[in-house]
């Protein structure tokens, strides 16, 4: 690969990641910087403001949301988020939220238009780069593997199938279909906590069906849901493997080294 | 906690029956067929977005088409009432339905008359009131409420009816759904011949011809509006569109949306009582409009859950709805178009927590056939919950708390901090089984993650920063 190819990529890398998974994140910049880019990591970012904003406190949220889009509109480059829902956040309620001044809501429009998700990104980055993405299987599939495409990537920013080609793209993986697959999983946020039987309902029909479909490894873009499934299926002594897609792309790398 | 959380109260009830079991299989075949019935229609796409702007369109001109609907009413020798609230609606459905002491009512499916609770009123003043709706009549006889837009009965299986009928009835058990069906009309023919006043509902109201539509698939809406002297359609004062091809354009998007068919089997127009010649008809023809609080919600930023055309869909693609059915919510209208409506109808503080009735998924928004925004409308409800009657007070502080931090660097930083601390004292079993507070709804079901011991970030300022 080129190095004229380069970018400068800016990883905002969500607050579930940082805290609480940050071996997603080095693996979301170990695929970045794979296909050519370069990563930088502003360091004062925090936290988008969604769970605010859902939970109808939005003069927090629009306070959290504007310190982050700030502290994006101070870089340049394309602004990669390894979640479906933080990214639709910023693009689509974040210049609503910030339209109060309108000062702030250029930079928001501003920051939005450099925003993308993690698996659309590297899905273009692949293409731009004819990465061989999909390298030959030389080995049969082992594992039953089913994308779940977190409702917010999937109905707010339109993607599913570039997750599902990235996941296609590792070796001994074979990826399964579920019924209802397009069906939210129940997370939801903070309605995960407001509600929590509701909650759980809707969670035990998507893991019912992914026991039924015999699925080994759940794999997800958005790090919210797969701890809300997670969670659930280590009550149920569930071993499904759980993991974000980054995770999935440069764990399946090392298994072939 | 400060408040009932009455939603959630609900919801667990009902979970523990065997109605949402019912409401996710019958919700998930009529998305079924939905999809079936909008793959068949090419123009489907521009059909929702002519049928959005028709829509807005007339809220945005409210006023000026309810005048003109009112007016053609009446030049096609129909009358115009107008009610401002329940009370007012009933009162004057009563004055008419009571001129004769003791009247038989028959009525076909009308959401809008739930709101008015008008049965009970009806038979409070000694009148008879028969539901001719299949699914209306079960749910009268089981002295129930519907618990959907226009499947009454989707909280029960065909062999909960064969025991309503059996019981109530005094038939032999069957299941069979056609025998159901041949007992209610054996039972029902007899009124739809004697009844001195039919009450309808109205899909859609067209202003330019005065004309009312209703959509049904059993012959009783028709029976209803034409059988008895007096028809009265009660209408709920949005349900407009201006012109006769506007109309056809709602019901195409509405049949389609709503049971998967091409067309309801009955598409009923009524433009005024009898005219000389007509084979049949009533000798009265009035159409009572309704308020009961849509102009408030007119004037608030939900506003345009009243592009509402009543499909029931986004009840069906509801992952919430379907697992806690209709009842639930305790209100008239369910799922996500009433946890949007329902607070704005009613008093607000009655349904504060029914916009937190979902996990903002976007499922209806993607199926709405006038392409309303519901997520974006329950957020707007949130805000107002969280400033006239939080339910969910006690996030409060946490909120606050976040918001403070979230927006401070440095702050954050040893909040994450404070997080790693906890994640090492966790040692080596890195999830939690119980958490205190409210947090314990999540451990309820649930292990919950501890933080990571080292943050992304500070493996990045460790092994990255190039300072």
């Known amino acids: ?257 | 906690m400060s408040q009932p959380v009455t939603f959630r109260r609900r919801a667990v009830s009902e979970m523990g029956t065997p109605k949402p079991a019912a409401v996710g299989r019958a919700a998930r075949r009529f998305m079924g067929k939905r999809q079936w019935a909008v793959d068949d229609f090419t123009p489907m796409e521009e059909t929702r977005d002519r049928a959005r702007m028709i829509r807005l369109h007339t809220l945005a001109n409210l006023h000026r088409y309810l005048d003109q609907f009112a007016d053609s009413v009446e030049r096609n020798g129909g009358q115009v009432l107008w009610a401002a609230d329940a009370a007012e609606a009933n009162l004057l459905i009563a004055e008419v339905v009571g001129r004769k002491e003791g009247s038989l009512v028959i009525k076909s499916k009308s959401m809008v008359t739930e709101e008015l609770d008008l049965n009970a009123h009806l038979q409070g003043e000694g009148h008879t009131v028969v539901e001719t709706d299949l699914g209306e009549f079960i749910v009268q006889l089981a002295e129930d409420h519907p618990s959907h837009i226009i499947a009454p009965v989707m909280h029960l299986t065909r062999q909960d009816i064969g025991e309503l009928f059996h019981k109530r009835l005094g038939i032999p058990y069957t299941d069979d759904p056609e025998q159901l069906n041949a007992v209610a009309r054996r039972h029902l023919r007899r009124f739809f011949l004697s009844a001195d006043v039919g009450i309808s509902g109205v899909n859609t109201g067209i202003a330019e011809t005065g004309s009312i539509v209703t959509v049904t698939n059993e012959g009783n809406g028709w029976l209803t509006t034409a059988a008895p002297r007096t028809h009265i359609a009660v209408m709920g004062m949005e349900r407009l569109v201006p012109t006769f091809e506007d109309a056809a354009t709602i019901v195409e998007v509405l049949a389609r949306s709503a049971t998967g068919q091409r067309l309801s089997v009955y598409t009923n127009v009524v433009s005024g009582p009898r005219r000389p010649g007509d084979p049949d008809g009533p000798d009265e023809f009035l159409v009572v409009i309704v308020d009961n609080g849509r102009s408030r919600v007119l004037s608030t930023d939900a506003s345009e859950i009243l592009a509402c055309i009543r499909c029931g869909a986004c009840l069906n693609v509801c992952p919430v709805f379907r697992e806690v059915g209709g009842h639930a919510y305790g209100q008239v209208y369910s799922g996500p178009v009433g946890s949007v409506l329902a607070p704005g109808l009613a008093e607000f503080t009655e349904a504060a927590d029914l916009p937190f009735a979902s996990s903002l998924c976007g499922a209806c928004r993607e199926v709405c056939p006038v392409r309303i925004d519901i997520p974006k409308l329950l957020v707007h409800q949130r805000v107002r919950a969280t400033r006239e009657n939080d339910p969910f007070r006690w996030l409060g502080p946490g909120l606050a708390l976040y918001g403070q931090a979230a927006k401070r660097p440095r702050v954050w930083k040893s909040l994450l901090a404070a997080g790693r601390m906890v994640g090492r004292l966790k040692g080596r079993d890195e999830w939690f089984h119980r958490l205190p507070f409210h947090a314990k709804g999540w451990t309820q079901s649930r292990d919950f993650p501890a933080p990571a011991r080292e943050s992304f970030r500070q493996w990045w300022k460790e092994n990255r920063s190039g300072t």
């Open chain 1, 1 to 257: 690969m080129s190095q004229s190819m380069s970018e400068t990529v800016q990883l905002f890398v969500t607050c579930i990641i940082d805290a609480v998974f940050p071996q997603v994140g080095r693996d979301v910049v170990e695929e970045l910087e794979r296909n050519g880019a370069e990563v930088e990591f502003p360091a004062d970012q925090t936290c988008c403001g969604q769970p605010a904003y859902n939970a109808g406190h939005h003069t927090e949220s629009t306070e959290v949301l504007l310190h982050n889009l700030e502290v994006l509109d101070r870089t340049s480059g394309t602004i990669v988020i390894p979640s479906g829902s933080c990214a639709d956040f910023l693009i689509h309620h974040g210049p609503r939220l910030a339209s109060g001044d309108p000062e702030t809501a250029v930079m928001a429009e501003r920051v939005a238009a450099r925003i993308r998700e993690f698996t659309s990104y590297v899905t273009e980055q692949r293409e731009r780069a004819s990465v061989e993405g999909t390298e030959a299987h030389d080995q049969p599939p082992t594992r039953r593997a089913f994308y779940h495409p977190s409702c917010h990537a999937l109905r707010g920013l339109g993607l599913r199938r570039e997750g599902e080609s990235l996941l296609d793209s590792v070796t001994g993986v074979e990826r399964v279909e579920i019924e209802g697959a397009e069906e939210c999983c129940g997370f939801g946020g903070l309605f995960a906590v407001e509600m929590p039987e509701v909650s759980t309902g809707i969670m035990n029909t998507k893991l019912d069906r992914l026991e039924e479909a015999g699925v080994e490894m759940l794999v997800g873009a958005d790090a919210a849901c797969l701890i809300h499934l997670e969670g659930g299926l280590r009550r149920r002594e569930n071993p499904m493997q759980v993991v974000h897609i980054a995770s999935a792309i440069t764990a399946g790398r090392e298994d072939r080294r």
